[in-house]
């Protein structure tokens, strides 16, 4: 069974301090990791999709990367702003796209 | 700017009435769209999934006649909820995959609907 857990499921960072999320699948066949930026009572914004082991994308303050396990979303310096929850997706051979359940992110001013 | 557009972003209804929520792409063209439930603090809840022309396929546990999905065009599909109770309260997003100016074939969300049924 295709399956994608998120950790930790929750992370508070004080205005600077650098840290790192965790994504880790187990699926059939992987097309494509997605990664996402919720705030409350809104859809998921799309940050970055990744396609293959050693893959790297950045963003302003984040940094997505990608192995063959897991993938990471390293957040440089953060700031207030980017308290959210972060999801993360994989989109399966088969089309499916199976969703982690989310890290809640707060930066602390 | 927005790529997938959701219309509309809040409704109140009462018990019983029947309530139509539009999921668009603006610049792309969907040829798959799913429908999700989220429950406060909670992550994405799938419902079905819907092609352009094809009936939808539901998740387990979602009743097919209780949210009829229609996705008629490559930029269009509807959820209505139908005869909507209390229960049925939540906040409702689309998303739409497929082929666009970039071709990466990415999948973006709506900003969600929050239905209140009173």
């Known amino acids: 069974e295709d399956q994608v857990t998120q950790s930790p499921e929750a992370l508070r960072l004080q205005e600077g301090e650098s840290s790192s999320l965790n994504c880790s699948y187990t699926v059939s066949g992987l097309r494509g990791l997605f990664w996402y930026r919720q705030d409350p009572g809104k859809g998921p914004e799309f940050l970055f999709t990744?396609?293959?082991a050693g893959e790297e994308k950045e963003k302003e303050r984040l940094k997505a990367t990608l192995t063959k396990k897991e993938s990471f979303l390293h957040i440089t310096a953060p700031k207030p702003e980017d308290s959210a929850t972060y999801l993360c997706a994989v989109q399966t051979y088969g089309q499916n796209f199976v969703f982690g359940p989310g890290t809640r992110l707060s930066v602390l001013p | 700017g927005a790529v997938v557009s959701q219309h509309p972003s809040w409704v109140i209804c009462k018990s019983g009435t029947s309530v139509k929520i539009e999921c668009r792409s603006l610049?792309?063209?969907?040829?798959?769209m799913f429908w999700y439930r989220q429950f406060p603090k909670q992550s994405l809840m799938l419902m079905a999934t819907?092609?352009?022309?094809?009936?939808?396929?539901?998740e387990q546990g979602v009743e097919k006649d209780k949210f009829l999905i229609n996705h008629a065009s490559l930029t269009l599909s509807t959820l209505t909820v139908t005869s909507a109770h209390p229960e049925d309260s939540s906040f409702y997003i689309c998303?739409?995959?497929?082929?666009?100016?970039?071709?990466?074939?990415?999948?973006?969300f709506g900003e969600g609907s929050r239905l209140t049924v009173l």
């Open positions: 610049d792309f063209q969907a040829t798959t």
């Open positions: 819907s092609n352009e022309g094809s009936k939808a396929t539901y």
């Open positions: 990744l396609y293959s």
């Open positions: 998303s739409a995959y497929g082929s666009g100016r970039s071709n990466t074939g990415e999948l973006f």
